[in-house]
């Protein structure tokens, strides 16, 4: 018996087929007689569209039609939804960006889509493209987030004064500002997070193929939920409901971007149904750049106030957050959490943000690996560390100073967020010990002696993961010899299918070789997502309590079969046994006797879990090129309890070489005049490689999670949430104490860097 | 990608032939940046002439005082080769600095000299190790060679076969690469030939150049402070969002104390 129980290491299960190039990507899907579409985009930031002339490209060769929006108008699709609700400060409701899956009479950013092509080759619908004439008139364009929000800046939408689609308060101002007014010290700090792409390995595909037998279509596409695409673009976009079934299939990588529905997917839809045939869609790297929605986007003005003995009393900040063009599916919703965040692990009388959402002739942002955590933490643990500079307080020891306690649990914060479990001095007391803090100024001086700089930066940080709406689903089905387990959630790389059979085989006794997972299926399993680190929380639990009810539903067949009350039958290993004999029944004898059993649990079972910890990073910089090597890094979590540690070490490797891009090389850079992408390519978009990235010293501080049966937290975002403030953090400490300089901002690019110590 | 026609040519003078008949024809070497613009739709060659059978332009021959590399010699067989490694172990470093493996693999010297990419290795290469470049009709100095970005002495018809480097006493080369691209931001070649130096540098500007200054402090000493006081100036350096050419033009300065100290290693 194999029988892998939570907690161990297990090699992915996933990795002979992926690595041996057997996985089944939506571009792997090429049946016979598929047509292949391309989409015409605006090569402006901001225009109006006087006409479009598509008679050229409708006779060219292999063309077999060419759509516009005044096509789908007539169609009468839907626009793209934002889900989220906002309610400005002053009882308004924010604005609304109604958009077309194709553009109407104007396109707001490069990229926007204006046509799509549908021929017998891809290179027939391209050649087709460049035959469309589309009589475009400028318009003036605006780029930057703050400076759109200022008078005279070119509006995105008429409609939208000053492009603020959304300006609220998030926490009390009034406790914020009477916590201010007793400070001792008040520490400020003006910042950008900087925006970033996704940039998955595997771009965005869509393939939809159309029955005419039930006039039912399936979407093939890389996601992370064909639950909401399906809702999205089969109830709300192309209104056909149940007849459009979305399905995913292996996905190479998401980090949030691929949660949300993106136009071509609906598109590829709907040209399937009018045209009654399959049409397949791949994105190349260059239309991932310029349309899959992008992440941050912050001018940040925020401060903290600390009273004589360095005790924190509040933190407020001003944010102004872009949300491109149009409002992606989540994206007004993704800057609030730059509030619930803002305070952190420590104990604050009050936390106020001023948040102010606006438009520009940008890629729509929304949810990126950490989706508003990043962007809170960072906020905080940077202020933290300008106050303990300015009262010389040791970094360590203000953080000390205002922790959360644990016998202070469960804490309501100052954002209203409730924490259920942690030990944050005890942690920080673990991440010290372990880079060895104490051995700084011994490397700092061996460092010195080769002519480089030497800095530590030490971050807290702690996220609120998993258990939000909405709800998660996992079906089992049991036969005579397998389990099958159908997840709401879908991998994008994770390693989802070990982990769940590793659960499953605990829960139900089975070896996990008898056990399968399908991922992907609108119509096995219509609730899920996968996103905001949830799958272990939510995911786990759900499957849990549905092995619970494959068990009790098999109970009165095997009291059949066991000629025995069910009271005195019990479960385990595998087996129903009647109490104190050697009678038993297996899970799959008593299974094939009922002709199978078969169980769905739908609900939002977990609640919030809230994973922290504290990262440590040691920099040297070269004074003559600005080069920043990251020398040490230390990272200790609160992940409540690891159900595989090499799959948990490998999301905490990935958030944080994530952290790392943003915090030293990523930035998607816009002219702030056209308005075009200026990194549009690898080329000029710096992502983080293997010679970036040092090896990580990772180690944990677990303290049961309360709020869900597993005793799990959320662990797929934390390395990008801790990494932004601990290297910064690190940066400026070498700033500082050669230049007197306060503050660097995201990307610190070794430019940046040796400006700083040459200006 | 637009349609094109293929062509295998067997020999240069068929290669030679092929681009007479068609006006629009382009050469293909190791494409890695014409079939990478082909597909970006930015290049539209009426036919490619493929050089890659012509077994002539592969060869590596070193002799006394020069090594000639033919001209489809790729990358990853100059880093690998024996021969350069011993004679001029700086040329075989730099092309084992070029891309990444996929395009030392297929990347070759002849079309990245043709190329003459700002920010490309090989032109550092050539002009600071003073090479000659044969072409089916002539030899070309490297000094006469480079004409600015992606701009070269190469007339229509004009073949390269192969390149000549001078051997010198010692030689290296510093790059300082892009994160993005790993082109060079700014690359500096220098070698020291006794009676003479030279100081290469590529990415900085326009195209590749030498820095006259630094040559002579060389030629007197060939030692790092040599150059360490010498400022270059920005004007006329390439400025964008990876380097403004202020700090390119320190860069220089740097990289090239750091190539001295390297060569005397």
Redesign the interface.
């Known amino acids: 018996m194999t029988k892998f129980a939570i907690g161990q290491t297990v090699h992915r299960l996933e990795d002979p087929t992926l690595l041996q190039g057997k996985g089944c990507y939506t571009d792997d899907l090429r049946p016979q007689g598929a047509a292949h579409a391309f989409v015409l985009r605006s090569p402006h930031a901001h225009v109006l569209i006087r006409g479009i002339d598509t008679t050229a490209a409708r006779k060219a060769p292999g063309v077999i039609a060419v759509l516009t929006g005044a096509d789908a108008k007539a169609d009468d699709l839907g626009t793209m939804p934002c889900i989220v609700p906002v309610k400005n400060h002053d009882g308004t409701p924010r604005g609304e960006t109604p958009r077309p899956v194709l553009a109407l009479d104007r396109a707001r950013h490069v990229g926007d889509p204006v046509a799509l092509v549908v021929a017998e080759t891809y290179?027939a619908a391209r050649?087709a493209a460049e035959l469309i004439e589309v009589d475009y008139e400028p318009l003036p364009a605006v780029a930057d987030v703050y400076g759109a929000a200022q008078p005279g800046a070119p509006l995105v939408w008429p409609e939208i004064k000053q492009n603020i689609v959304a300006d609220l308060h998030l926490g009390s101002k009034e406790a914020a500002d009477a916590a201010f007014a007793r400070a001792a010290h008040i520490s400020k700090i003006e910042l950008v997070q900087n925006r970033l792409v996704a940039n998955p390995m595997e771009p965005r595909a869509a393939f939809a193929e159309y029955d005419p037998e039930t006039d039912r279509s399936t979407l093939h596409t890389s996601s992370q939920s064909v639950a909401l695409l399906r809702a999205h673009i089969g109830d709300i976009v192309l209104k056909i409901g149940d007849k459009l079934r979305v399905r995913s299939g292996n996905v190479g990588g998401a980090f949030g971007m691929k949660a949300m529905m993106h136009p071509e997917q609906p598109m590829i839809v709907w040209a399937s149904r009018r045209l009654k045939r399959a049409v397949r869609w791949t994105g190349d790297r260059?239309e991932g750049f310029l349309t899959d929605v992008q992440g941050r986007d912050h001018k940040v003005f925020a401060e903290l106030a600390l009273d004589k003995d360095g005790k924190f009393l509040a933190v407020r900040a001003t944010v102004y957050a872009g949300m491109g063009a149009y409002l992606s599916q989540f994206a007004p919703m993704i800057p609030q959490s730059v509030h619930s965040m803002m305070p952190s692990v420590y104990a604050f009388e009050a936390a106020h943000l001023h948040l102010i959402e606006t438009v520009t002739n940008t890629v729509p942002v929304d949810a990126y690996r950490g989706a508003g955590r990043p962007e809170g933490i960072y906020v905080t643990e940077r202020l933290i560390d300008i106050a303990a500079r300015e009262l010389k307080i040791a970094p360590d020891e203000l953080r000390r100073r205002n922790f959360i306690k644990p016998s202070q649990f469960p804490y309501t914060t100052a954002a209203g967020l409730v924490y259920d479990s942690g030990d944050f001095e005890g942690l920080q007391a673990k991440a010290l010990k372990e880079a060895d803090w104490a051995g700084f100024p011994a490397r700092k001086a061996a460092s010195e002696a080769r002519g480089k700089l030497r800095g530590i930066g030490l971050t807290m940080y702690v996220e609120r993961c998993g258990g939000a709406a909405p709800p998660d689903s996992v079906a089992l089905k049991v036969n005579k010899d397998r389990v099958l387990v159908l997840p709401g959630t879908v991998d994008n790389g994770q390693g989802h299918m070990t982990v769940l059979k590793q659960m499953v085989s605990e829960y139900l006794g089975v070896d996990m070789e008898k056990i399968d997972v399908s991922q992907g299926d609108s119509d096995a399993n219509p609730f899920g997502l996968t996103g905001g680190s949830r799958f272990a929380v939510v995911t786990g639990t759900a499957a849990g309590i549905a092995a619970k009810e494959v068990v009790d539903k098999g109970m009165e067949q095997a009291a059949k079969m066991l000629e025995a009350a069910a009271a005195d039958i019990e479960y385990g290993d595998g087996d129903y046994k009647v109490k104190g004999t050697d009678r038993k029944a297996t899970l799959f004898d008593v299974a094939s006797a009922a002709g199978g059993i078969e169980a769905l649990h739908i609900k939002n079972t977990g609640a919030l879990t809230f994973p922290n910890g504290c990262h440590i990073v040691e920099v040297e910089i070269d004074p003559?090129?600005g080069v920043t090597r990251l020398d040490r890094y230390t990272i200790v979590d609160d992940f409540g309890r690891a159900l595989n540690p090499m799959l948990l070490l490998g999301q905490v490797h990935g958030g944080t070489v994530q952290g790392i891009g943003q915090a030293l090389?990523e930035h998607a850079?816009y002219d702030n005049e056209s308005a075009q992408l200026?990194?549009g390519s690898?080329?000029?978009?710096?992502?983080p490689r293997a010679d970036?990235v040092p090896s990580f010293h990772t180690t944990f501080h677990h303290t049961p999670c309360t709020t869900n049966p597993l005793g799990v937290k959320g662990a797929g975002e934390a390395g990008s949430v801790g990494a932004p403030p601990a290297i910064i953090n690190a940066i400026v400490d070498v700033l500082h104490a050669k230049k007197g300089i306060k503050h660097i901002d995201m990307p610190a690019?070794?430019?940046k860097v040796?400006?700083a110590l040459?200006g | 990608m637009y349609q094109f026609k293929f062509q295998k040519a067997k020999s240069v003078a068929e290669a030679f032939a092929g681009l007479g008949k068609d006006g629009d024809a382009k050469l293909l070497a190791g494409g890695q940046s014409l079939i990478a613009a082909m597909k970006l739709r930015l290049s539209q060659p009426s036919t490619l002439i493929d050089l890659g059978d012509i077994a002539e332009l592969r060869q590596i021959k070193v002799e006394t005082g020069t090594v000639t590399i033919g001209a489809m010699t790729t990358h990853a067989t100059v880093a690998a080769s024996a021969e350069v490694n011993k004679a001029l172990p700086a040329l075989a470093m730099l092309a084992g600095s070029i891309g990444d493996r996929q395009v030392r693999n297929q990347g070759t010297i002849g079309g990245s000299i043709a190329n003459n990419d700002p920010a490309a290795d090989y032109p550092a290469a050539c002009l600071g190790l003073g090479a000659t470049i044969a072409t089916n009709k002539r030899k070309i100095s490297a000094d006469a060679f480079f004409k600015g970005m992606y701009e070269t002495a190469l007339e229509a018809g004009e073949i390269i076969t192969s390149v000549s480097f001078a051997i010198p006493k010692r030689a290296a080369y510093v790059k300082f690469k892009n994160p993005a691209s790993r082109f060079a931001i700014v690359g500096v070649l220098v070698a020291d030939f006794g009676s003479s130096a030279r100081v290469a540098v590529t990415g900085a500007g326009p195209g590749v150049f030498r820095i006259a200054e630094m040559e002579k402090a060389l030629v007197a000493k060939f030692a790092p402070e040599s150059v360490a006081n010498i400022k270059v100036p920005a004007e006329g350096l390439n400025s964008d969002l990876h380097a403004q050419a202020d700090y390119r033009a320190h860069l220089i300065t740097v990289l090239a104390q750091r190539a001295v100290i390297a060569a005397l290693k």
């Open positions: 290179h050649d260059s003559q090129t090389l850079v200026l990194t690898f080329m000029d978009y710096a992502m970036d690019t070794r430019e040796w400006r040459n």
